[in-house]
C-alpha cells in the first residue's frame, strides 16, 4: 500500500481547507443518501431482509471452509480454474502470472476494490503491462494518477468540471460541449477500441455462489460485460468472503446491497459468469481463473471484535451517512477502504501503528450502524481497535496519565467534590460575560466554540444545602 | 435498544437516584434540579446518592477498559438499591445501561448485575413519559424551538418521541422542524477536543442548520452536544438560545440559557 506521506490530523486539516473537495464530498453522498432514503420508504421488508442477510452472512462465514471447498468444486467443474492467495502479494502475484502467461500487453480491468486491496494496479504498472481502466471513475482515478476515495464512487473527489479538465488534456478526442453525455461520449471514444484490443480481463466479484462456482457482478455502465467478455483470459480476484451459499441468496444480497449504496431497486447490470467458452458458446473467455484471497480475513474470522466486519457487501452506505467522512472525503484515511468500514479494516492490513487515529476519529454517533444492510456493529468494532490500541500501549502518555488521575479521583467522592469545586473557581476566574476566555488547556475548544462559564456552585454543593432547608 | 411505550400503569411513588452526570453537576446544576422538581412532580421519590462520580464513559471511549471498569462497578454499588435510576442525558444513561455488560464482559457476575441494574436505568425525558405517564403541570414560555436528537440516547435508548411528548404541553412554545434533527453536531466527548478541526467543520453545519430552522431556542437532552452547539452558535454571533429541555419542562426557561450571564 501507498505510504501516507503525512499525519492524519495534517492530511485532514488539508482536505478541510479544500472548498473544492468539500462541494465534490456534498454532491456524491449527499445523492447517494436522498436516494437511499426514498429507496428505504419504498422496502418496507428492509429490517426482515436486513436479519436475513446478516443471517446468511453469519451462517457462511461460521462454516467457511465447508462453502470455499463448494465453490472451488463447482468453479472446477464449470471449467474455472482456482487459485488461492494468503496475501495482497501473493494474490497481485498470481495476477501478474497469469498475465505474463497469456502473453499479455494489455489488460481491461473492471472496477474492484479488493484488486485495489491487494495492490493489483502498482503490480501492473509494474510489470510493463498496460493496464486499461474501463470503469468511468476508475478511468478518471487513472487519468489523475490517485487513489479511489470511496469504494463505490472511486472518484467522487473530482467535480465534474475537474473531470472536464482532465478529459480535454487525455483524450485523444475530447468533448466540445460541458454536458454530462459529451463527456461520457469522449470516454467512451477513448476506451471503447481498448476494451476489444485486450489480452486479459480483470475483474472482481460482489459475490461468489458455492452451489454453482458462478462469480456476481454488479455495476451501472456495462463495462464489466464488454470488458470480460471478448478477452481470451478473464481473471477474476475475490475475497473469500464473498460467498453466499446459492443464487437465491444472492439475490436477497443484491436487493441489500443494491438499495443501501445507490438507492436504486437493481443495478443496470448484474452478470453471473460461471467458467470460460463452452462448445457452442458465441463469446466468451477460452480461459476463467478465480483468485480467492484471504490478506487477513481468516485472522477476522478468529477474532471476536472483528469477525463481524466479514459481513460487510462493500455498499458505501456507512461512509454516505458519515459525518466525519463527509467532510474528509476518502484520501485522508490512507488506506484501500475508507469511512467507517475503512476505519475497522486498515488496521487489519496496515496495521493499528500506523491507523491508530481511524478508531478515535470517530464520535460514536452510530448512524453507520443504523444504515448498515448487515448490522455491523461497527461503533463497537471500533472501540475494539481503541481497546486493543490502549493495551498495546500505543495511545499518547498524556491521555493514559490523565485517565489514571480521572479514575483516581472519581473513586473517592470527597476527592471528586474538591476537584470539581476546584477547576470551578478556576474557570469562574477566566469568566467574563458567561463565558470563558482565553483559560489554559480549553484551547482546542475555545479555538472554535465559545465554552460557557460554569454555575457558581456545583450541583452537588447546593443540593446539600438545599436538602439541609427542606 | 430501544424502550417501548410502556402500557402498564406508572409505579406508585418509586424510589428513584437521581443520576446527576459530571457536566450537569459541574457546568450546569439548573439542569439537575429541574431534573429532581420533574421527578418530584412526577410522584417519585428522588434521592440523590452522594457516592456517584463519573460513570467512566471517557475511559470507555479511550479504550482504557480496566479503570471503565473500576468506575462501573463503583456506580453499580452506588445505584443498585434504588427502584430506577434516572439522568438527564442519553449519553451517560446510554453509557450505564448499554455498555457497562461490555465493559464488565469479564466478569460475569458484575455483567450481570450491569444488566439488571440497566434494566431500571433511564434518560431522564423517557423515564417521565414510558414509566411514570408524566405530564408537565402549567407550564408556559412564549417562544419557538428546534430540536436536536442527540445519538446515544436517540440510537442506543431509543429517545426520540418522549422529550417532544412533553414539550408539547408547555403552552406557548412551538416546534420548528430541525434539518438534520438525528445527523451527530460533531461533538462525541474527547472526540471534540483531539480532532477539534474535523468537529468544527461538523458543528458548523449543524449550526447552519439551525439558524435555517428559524427557532429562538434550541434544546435538547445531553448538555455536552448542547455546548457544544450553543458554542458554535455564539461564536458565530448567533442569537440562538440554547436550554436543555428539561430546563424548559421545569419552567426554567426565563433564566440564562447555556453561555450566558447568571
Not at chain 1, 457452442?280 to 490478506?295: A, C, K, M, Q
Not at chain 2, 457536566?23 to 434540579?33: E, K, T
Not at chain 2, 429541574?34 to 440523590?48: I, M, Q
Not at chain 2, 413519559?129 to 428546534?146: I, N, R
Request: charge should be neutral; include cysteine.
Amino acid at each position: 500500500m501507498q505510504e501516507a506521506p503525512v499525519s492524519f490530523k495534517l492530511r485532514a486539516d488539508r482536505a478541510l481547507a479544500d472548498p473544492t473537495l468539500k462541494i465534490a464530498i456534498d454532491r456524491t453522498t449527499g445523492t447517494a443518501e436522498r436516494k437511499r432514503t426514498v429507496a428505504m420508504t419504498q422496502f418496507p421488508q428492509f429490517e426482515a431482509a436486513r436479519e436475513r442477510g446478516k443471517r446468511i452472512k453469519d451462517h457462511v462465514i461460521a462454516n467457511l471452509d465447508h462453502y470455499l471447498l463448494e465453490f472451488e468444486r463447482n468453479a472446477i467443474a464449470s471449467g474455472a480454474k482456482v487459485h488461492w492467495a494468503s496475501t495482497a502479494e501473493e494474490a497481485s502475484q498470481i495476477v501478474v502470472a497469469l498475465c505474463k502467461q497469456a502473453n499479455a500487453k494489455r489488460v481491461t480491468r473492471v472496477k474492484s476494490m479488493l484488486g485495489e486491496e491487494i495492490g493489483l494496479p502498482h503490480a501492473l504498472d509494474e510489470a510493463g503491462i498496460e493496464r486499461v481502466e474501463t470503469d468511468l471513475a476508475e478511468h478518471i482515478v487513472q487519468l489523475g494518477g490517485d487513489r479511489p476515495s470511496h469504494i463505490v464512487w472511486p472518484s467522487m473527489h473530482r467535480t465534474r468540471e475537474q473531470v472536464s479538465e482532465m478529459f480535454k488534456r487525455a483524450h485523444r478526442v475530447p468533448h466540445q460541449e460541458e454536458t454530462i453525455e459529451a463527456m461520457v461520449a469522449s470516454a467512451r471514444r477513448e476506451l471503447r477500441d481498448k476494451f476489444l484490443s485486450a489480452d486479459v480481463s480483470i475483474s472482481g466479484a460482489n459475490f461468489l455462489i458455492a452451489d454453482t462456482g458462478a462469480t456476481c457482478t454488479v455495476t451501472n455502465e456495462g463495462n464489466a460485460e464488454l470488458t470480460t467478455t471478448p478477452p481470451r483470459v478473464h481473471i477474476v480476484t475475490a475475497g473469500i468472503e464473498k460467498l453466499v451459499p446459492s443464487t437465491e441468496h444472492a439475490f436477497l444480497m443484491l436487493r441489500l446491497l443494491v438499495r443501501s449504496a445507490t438507492g436504486a431497486d437493481v443495478t443496470q447490470y448484474t452478470t453471473f459468469h460461471c467458467g470460460p467458452k463452452q462448445a457452442g458458446d458465441r463469446d466468451g473467455p477460452e480461459e476463467f481463473h478465480i483468485v480467492l484471497v484471504d490478506n487477513g480475513r481468516t485472522r477476522m474470522l478468529a477474532d471476536p471484535a472483528l469477525k463481524e466486519m466479514l459481513r460487510c457487501l462493500r455498499c458505501g452506505a456507512c461512509m454516505n451517512h458519515c459525518v466525519v467522512f463527509r467532510q474528509l472525503g476518502g484520501h485522508v484515511y490512507g488506506g484501500t477502504y475508507p469511512g467507517p468500514m475503512g476505519a475497522v479494516l486498515t488496521p487489519v492490513f496496515d496495521g493499528l501503528e500506523q491507523s491508530r487515529d481511524l478508531a478515535h476519529a470517530c464520535t460514536m454517533n452510530g448512524k453507520c450502524q443504523e444504515v448498515c444492510p448487515v448490522a455491523i456493529p461497527i461503533p463497537t468494532l471500533l472501540r475494539g481497535w481503541r481497546d486493543r490500541s490502549w493495551r498495546e500501549g500505543l495511545e499518547p502518555a498524556a491521555a493514559r496519565f490523565g485517565l489514571g488521575i480521572h479514575t483516581f479521583v472519581a473513586s473517592r467522592p470527597r476527592l471528586y467534590r474538591l476537584g470539581t469545586a476546584i477547576a470551578i473557581k478556576v474557570m469562574r476566574l477566566f469568566s467574563r460575560g458567561g463565558l470563558v476566555r482565553g483559560m489554559p488547556g480549553l484551547g482546542a475548544w475555545t479555538k472554535y466554540r465559545e465554552f460557557p462559564a460554569p454555575a457558581k456552585r456545583s450541583f452537588m454543593a447546593m443540593y446539600k444545602d438545599s436538602e439541609g432547608k427542606r | 435498544m430501544t424502550t417501548p411505550q410502556s402500557t402498564s400503569a406508572p409505579p406508585s411513588s418509586p424510589r428513584v437516584g437521581l443520576f446527576v452526570t459530571c457536566l450537569v453537576d459541574a457546568m450546569r446544576p439548573s439542569v439537575g434540579f429541574a431534573a429532581l422538581k420533574l421527578l418530584r412532580d412526577a410522584g417519585c421519590r428522588v434521592e440523590v446518592p452522594e457516592a456517584q462520580t463519573c460513570c467512566g464513559q471517557p475511559a470507555f471511549n479511550s479504550g482504557d477498559t480496566a479503570d471503565t471498569a473500576v468506575l462501573a462497578r463503583r456506580f453499580i454499588e452506588t445505584f443498585e438499591g434504588y427502584d430506577y435510576v434516572v439522568g438527564p442525558s442519553g449519553s451517560c444513561v446510554g453509557m450505564t445501561r448499554a455498555h457497562y455488560p461490555e465493559a464488565l464482559a469479564d466478569d460475569p457476575a458484575w455483567a450481570e448485575r450491569a444488566r439488571r441494574l440497566g434494566e431500571r436505568t433511564y434518560e431522564l425525558m423517557s423515564f417521565l413519559v414510558d414509566v411514570m405517564h408524566f405530564t408537565p403541570g402549567d407550564v408556559k414560555l412564549d417562544a419557538s424551538f428546534t430540536y436536536h436528537d442527540s445519538c446515544s440516547g436517540l440510537r442506543e435508548l431509543g429517545v426520540f418521541a418522549q422529550p417532544r411528548t412533553l414539550l408539547d404541553k408547555v403552552s406557548g412554545l412551538t416546534l420548528k422542524p430541525l434539518e438534520g434533527n438525528d445527523v451527530c453536531c460533531g461533538f462525541g466527548g474527547t472526540f471534540c477536543v483531539k480532532y477539534s478541526s474535523i468537529s468544527n467543520a461538523v458543528v458548523t453545519e449543524k449550526t447552519a442548520a439551525i439558524e435555517r430552522s428559524g427557532a429562538q431556542l434550541l434544546l435538547g437532552g445531553d448538555l455536552g452536544c448542547l455546548m457544544n452547539m450553543s458554542g458554535k452558535l455564539k461564536r458565530q454571533g448567533s442569537k440562538v438560545r440554547a436550554f436543555h429541555a428539561a430546563e424548559i419542562l421545569a419552567g426554567m426557561g426565563k433564566g440564562p440559557a447555556i453561555g450566558e450571564e447568571d
